[in-house]
């Protein structure tokens, strides 16, 4: 048995950072290591800057971005075309098609997709806010971007249920996106030619 190298506080740093996604053990003990070193160039404004994070940063109360201001900055820059909603899974893909610069749109994030086998139903995501959102007038293009998956394509098809009867244009990804593909791991060029070519369901 592996005798430990380090106190119980590099430990607890190490093991935290091993669940930050694209870490695993080593890698977290590298990263503990270049902090450590590099403690008043990294460590002490990281520290400071997480704390921040943690006091100021939350969940926009109207898109669900997340953000320092609620209503977030995205939802409160007019010039953006506010009648057109991009519906995405997670964050990640909002700041996705953002970095893409394909569509000058406000958002709506949905906080995951519809998975029965893993438990997610309707009432685990947004979609309620959606549809109050269309409900309460302005909204006139959805766009579905969802990731190419069962579970997103599911859930498109649930949403386009849920908006049967309004007079909204709802269209989404063109197939450029790939099949199992996510928004998050795309680069920009094929996102933003993917929004141009979007059509409707």
């Given amino acids: 048995m592996a005798k430990s190298v380090a106190g119980p506080e590099i430990e607890k740093l190490i093991q935290l950072l091993a669940k930050l996604p694209g870490l695993g ?3 977290a003990r590298r990263a503990a290591l270049h902090l450590v070193k590099r403690r008043e160039q990294l460590l002490t404004p990281l520290t400071a800057a997480m704390a921040e994070a943690r006091d100021k940063i939350g969940v926009c109360s109207v ?3 997340i953000d320092s201001r609620d209503p977030c900055t ?7 075309d506010q009648s057109t909603v ?8 909002l700041w996705a098609l953002e970095r893409a610069k394909a569509l000058n749109a406000a958002y709506h994030v949905l906080g995951g997709v519809l998975s029965p086998l893993e438990g997610v139903g309707p009432e685990d995501l947004t979609i309620r806010q959606l549809i109050d959102r269309v409900e309460a007038g302005g909204v006139k293009e ?3 971007a969802v990731n190419a998956t069962v579970e997103g394509q599911t859930t498109a098809h649930y949403i386009m249920d849920r908006l049967e009867g309004f ?3 709802v ?3 063109a197939h450029g996106v790939p099949v199992g593909g996510e928004l998050d791991y795309l680069d920009e060029g094929t996102l933003a030619a ?3 070519s979007r059509t409707a369901l």
């Fill in 171 to 173: 269209t989404r990804l």
């Fill in 194 to 196: 993917a929004m141009r």
């Fill in 63 to 65: 898109c669900g971005n």
């Fill in 142 to 144: 959805l766009v579905i």
């Fill in 74 to 80: 995205i939802c409160t820059d007019h010039s953006r």
């Fill in 167 to 169: 007079d909204i244009k």
């Fill in 86 to 93: 991009v519906v995405v899974e997670d964050v990640a893909d």
């Fill in 25 to 27: 053990p080593r890698s």
